[in-house]
């Protein structure tokens, strides 16, 4: 599996395990729910300050949202 298709998987898995819709979840990461959208299905190649942004909305470290 591609790093894009990993980190979309993990972001979408820990959203929604926190029950959050995309909306939600874009504003507590600060980013547009279309690009957390492209994101979930590695359409986009986001920068390390994006999967930051990610990862603190997310409560996890930037690292698992890679694993």
């Known amino acids: 599996m591609e790093i894009r298709q990993r980190l979309g998987s993990n972001v979408k898995r820990l959203r929604l395990a ?3 819709s995309q909306e939600e979840f874009a504003h ?3 980013v ?8 979930e299905l590695g359409k986009r190649n986001p920068t390390i300050e994006i999967v930051e942004q990610l990862a ?4 996890v ?3 698992r949202l890679l694993d």
Request: no cysteine.
């Open 32 to 39: 547009h729910r279309t690009y957390v959208s492209d994101i």
């Open 28 to 30: 507590r990461a600060s």
């Open 18 to 20: 926190m029950r959050l």
């Open 61 to 63: 470290k930037p690292g």
């Open 56 to 59: 603190t909305a997310l409560d």
